[in-house]
């Protein structure tokens, strides 16, 4: 998968040369290009915002950087083939609070895809234009993270990046560890002890060094159930 981010902080993405994010870009799993919004001005000061018409607190982010980013992240499909890009051509995502909830199954579902655009904006947001001019060359999704309100998009990014990179066939080791993991199955993770079997006074479950694999997977469910129940009743079905 190759993955664009636009960004006035463009070393804010330093840390996806770490951890697992790092060693799959190292084996060619993800290609990243982090792009600095500011390289796409044209004065002296590097201007990307502006006041907002209409008045009010704040200001915005100009479109003509982003026309030009977008032109060379995404080039210009022009005429006929525009329909066509749009439908095969990189998926760009506005992280903003006003977008859709992201979740597991969008995180899956970006993970299938071939090239991701990560828009990041600051202050109010983005001139309205920049999304509506993307859309006529490539898809165009705006994600939110959830109901609190961040500084700008590159933290958000971030947390989309890492949780549909590792989604990437062969980004996580063993493919296993995956499935059992809270929200894959729709209810949280199941608790998880290694030895000792008693530490401090506190005792690993009886039933998991029972050997007992039935009765372990069992004992796992209704974990998982029950914290569902406790914390997210409402990802339970009725
Ligand atoms: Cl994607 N962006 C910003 N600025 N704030 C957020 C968010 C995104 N998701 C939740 N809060």
């Known amino acids: ?62 479109p003509e950087p982003w026309g030009e980013a977008f032109d060379e992240i995404i ?22 609070p006003a977008g859709l909830q992201f ?15 990560f828009a990041c904006g600051r202050y109010e947001g983005i001139d309205q234009r920049v999304v509506e001019h993307t859309a006529t060359r490539a898809r165009v999704r705006l994600v939110s993270l959830g109901d609190y309100v961040l500084n700008g998009g590159e933290v958000a990014a971030m947390a989309m990046i890492e949780a ?6 062969g980004v996580v080791g063993n493919p296993e560890s995956l499935v059992e993991e809270s929200h894959e199955s729709g209810l949280l993770e199941y608790p998880s002890y290694t030895k000792p ?9 009886p039933v998991l060094l029972s050997g007992n694999h039935a009765a372990v997977a069992a004992w796992r469910h209704e974990q998982q159930l ?13």
């Open 1 to 62: 998968m190759r993955i664009d981010i636009v960004s006035i902080f463009p070393e804010f993405f330093d840390v996806l040369d770490i951890s697992l994010l790092g060693k799959a870009r190292r084996a060619g799993l993800i290609e990243l290009g982090v792009h600095d919004l500011r390289d796409f001005t044209h004065d002296r000061h590097r201007t990307v915002d502006d006041t907002p018409y209409g008045g009010g607190a704040g200001m915005v982010m100009k």
């Open 226 to 238: 029950e914290r569902t129940r406790q914390v997210r009743p409402d990802l339970l079905p009725g």
């Open 164 to 169: 549909i990179g590792r989604l990437i066939p």
């Open 103 to 117: 979740n597991q199954a969008m995180a899956r579902e970006l993970a299938a895809e071939q090239h991701l655009v």
């Open 75 to 96: 080039g210009d499909p022009g005429g006929e083939a525009e329909q066509d890009a749009a439908a095969s051509g990189p998926l760009v995502i506005f992280p903003s």
């Open 197 to 205: 079997a008693s530490w401090r006074g506190f005792d690993v479950p």
